[in-house]
Nanobody, 119 residues
């Protein structure tokens, strides 16, 4: 059974940091790109960052580049995203997904974890 388990969300003040983790199982982790997406109320889902596992090659949206850092632990089938200098506009439900390439297609999705940044 394919599973992507996102965790690490929470409530933080602007300027603070959080670290999200995505634990993957049920598929060949090394063959995929793992991406983080977010969706705020009333807004479309947007891609935040991704990493091609076999190459440890990261990709970042302009809105988070320089603040967020994505990394993978291939031994643990886990992808983490360190989120620094958080802004209220980063508030959203964050999802991790597995697919091919920075822009997908993404075929496996996990449940979301809420990130709330207070001003």
């Amino acid at each position: 059974e394919v599973q992507l388990q996102a965790s690490g969300g929470g409530l933080v003040q602007a300027g603070g940091c959080l670290r999200l983790s995505c634990a993957a199982s049920g598929f060949n982790f090394d063959d995929y790109t793992i991406g983080w997406f977010r969706q705020a109320p009333g807004k479309e889902r947007e891609g935040v960052s991704s990493i091609k596992i076999s190459e440890h090659k990261p990709f970042y949206a302009d809105s988070v580049r320089g603040r967020f850092i994505i990394s993978s632990d291939n031994a643990k089938n886990t992808v983490s995203m360190q989120m620094n200098s958080l802004k209220p506009e980063d508030t959203a439900v964050y999802y991790c997904a597995a697919g091919w390439g920075a822009v997908g297609p993404y075929v496996y999705w996990g449940q979301g974890t809420q990130v709330t940044v207070s001003s």
